[in-house]
DNA sequence: ACCCATGTGTTAACCGGTTGACATATATTG
DNA sequence: CAATATATGTCAACCGGTTAACACATGGGT
């Protein structure tokens, strides 16, 4: 590969010439400008990031952790952050955890080798212990690290509510909740404890359903969906914590001979792409994932700037109802 | 961050000798390890991945580009490819190129430019020269983009095969097959070829429709298909280029009235986690998205270490029968 | 005539880590 | 006693690019 020596020579100037028109600083004529730039298409030269990096120490990497890429969800969400970060100059390190509390680790260590600029973790969470060594900017998605960390959330309480009202406005008498192990201290949470104050406050009988930390366990969803609706099959109305939590829930009723939505409404969340191309279509809570990606980019690169920022960056949900209710 | 420098001031040896026990290199006494990685874990240092490069001149870095990772297919396949990647000691910047064959040669620059060890391509192609110039291992997948450039694909005749011998086998009298482009050079075409071809030596009536090359609009899908339905009624096998077409077919054949699989047998391709999430279960050809991601992966590998590979390098499919036949 | 701006080159140091060559000291082996 | 192995340090160069300081030449303006 042709280095910045070898464009030099070419142009028949000085190193420190072709750095100056690469950089635009310095005095620079028209003509050894043009000189250097030909130099450098003829012998197709690009600059060497690495290098560049090692010297400015600033790589333009942000690192990314999901649970894994493969949920449409966290799919949707690295699609947009990629493409908005991308436009700001800056690339992607994709990681899966696993929700694997020791890859989470490593990748966290991996990343801090690499020099990346800052991370967004949209992970199951390690001890605060180990963000407060990292030294470098960390935007939590999703999630509460620490009053240190900012994080970028949608209005989950909100989004509880509107669904919760939404089942009661069309007439559902009993209603229940699918979602992650509340144990875990998470933001969704908050959809929960709306689901009760609203099914509390309209004095609505309601029922729990709590998955495991390994939430990606389909079938798992499908036997508890199937078991609360054999157990208790007055329920008429579902709110679940994500669409392909609903998309399950579809197909437990379908089994048990419950028409959607005559039978029993449904609700997810995300509004992933998936919630409106299957039939019916899903109502949802959307949360506004390409402002939230926009929005954990620029945390970071204010926390990089040393600009103060808001920990808390809440942005609203918003109810998109289709033929599931 | 701490350095080297600081990890040898603070085990009281030299740099040479930190970086022998970094490196396992030459003479180093069991007394002057302890000291150095107790140094090391008291100044919690760890090597800065970007000037070990710059020395070695290896990044340990593969760049994926796909059309975008918000599809499910590319979803499921990206997080197949990073999770073997990094076990193999890579990293995985993420790349969405929209298709957009300018988006794509500025990704590549971009990975040339960050001297990345490889890069897996899995989107639209550009002109073969751009290729030609990059002096850096290409994998391509699901794509044939030169007789230099070696490939990751599936059996994609077979797949065709497979799915019209079903439906004809589950007494389909007039079939029908939704796939991309075929003006796009592309390997998936096959499976046209092998539509047609069992259609024609079964003397069964058959139709092609073909979308645009932006191929994740899926109202269009939608659009294509019903005006297929309407104008060919007696269409009663469906054989999609995805999952997802298959979902928007089911959709458009709920709004027609067409029972599945009473009245219209459908089979998608891909076997991406929603197609057995759906109700009904998606009756699919299956890429093995595993094997493909890790045999791209070695093949990187293999180019870097300078071994010979196969050009061709093709999986078998598997027919995955669920309950749209 | 002097000062300032423009333009380019030279030199050296740096970013963090790696490594080869060689020096020095000590211990072990034949 | 000599040769070899072990152990650690010193020195310098390198990976590719950046940049400051200074030198030198030329031209324009006051």
């Not at 969803?221 to 007055?234: G, V």
């Not at 949360?287 to 980019?297: D, G, I």
């Amino acid at each position: 590969m042709p280095t910045i020596k070898d464009v030099a020579e070419r142009a028949g100037v000085s190193v420190t010439t072709v750095s100056r028109v690469l950089n635009n600083r310095g005095y620079i004529s028209e003509a050894t400008r043009k000189k250097v730039y030909q130099a450098m298409e003829e012998l197709d030269y690009q600059p060497n990031e690495v290098a560049r990096s090692l010297f400015r120490k600033k790589s333009n990497i942000i690192g990314l952790i999901v649970p894994t890429v493969a949920h449409p969800f966290f799919a949707e969400l690295t699609a947009y952050l990629e493409t908005y970060a991308y436009s700001r100059g800056y690339k992607v390190l994709i990681c899966n955890s696993q929700l694997d509390a020791s890859k989470e680790q490593e990748y966290i260590w991996m990343l801090r080798r690499n020099q990346v600029d800052g991370i967004i973790m949209a992970s199951h969470t390690l001890e605060v212990e180990e963000y407060k060594k990292l030294d470098l900017p960390v935007v939590a998605f999703d999630r509460f690290i620490s009053k240190r960390i900012p994080y970028v959330t949608s209005d989950n309480y909100q989004g509880g509510r509107l669904a919760v009202e939404l089942l009661l406005e069309r007439g559902c008498k009993q209603i229940a909740h699918m979602c992650g192990s509340l144990h875990l201290d998470m933001l969704a949470n908050q959809r929960h404890r709306a689901f009760m104050d609203v099914a509390e406050e309209r004095k609505v009988p309601y029922f729990t359903v709590e998955t495991d930390i390994n939430v990606f366990e389909v079938e798992k969803y499908e036997e508890l969906l199937s078991d609360l609706l054999t157990e208790h099959p007055d329920i008429d109305g579902l709110f679940l914590n994500s669409d392909i939590m609903a998309i399950a829930a579809m197909k437990v009723c379908r089994k048990l001979g419950k028409r959607i939505p005559q039978d029993i409404k449904i609700i997810g969340y995300d509004d992933v792409s998936i919630a409106s191309l299957v039939s019916p279509q899903i109502t949802s809570i959307r949360q506004p994932l390409a402002e939230m990606s926009e929005l954990s980019v620029r945390l970071i690169e204010a926390l990089l700037e040393g600009k103060p920022v808001e920990v808390e960056n809440c942005l609203p949900v918003q109810l998109m109802e289709r033929e599931t209710t």
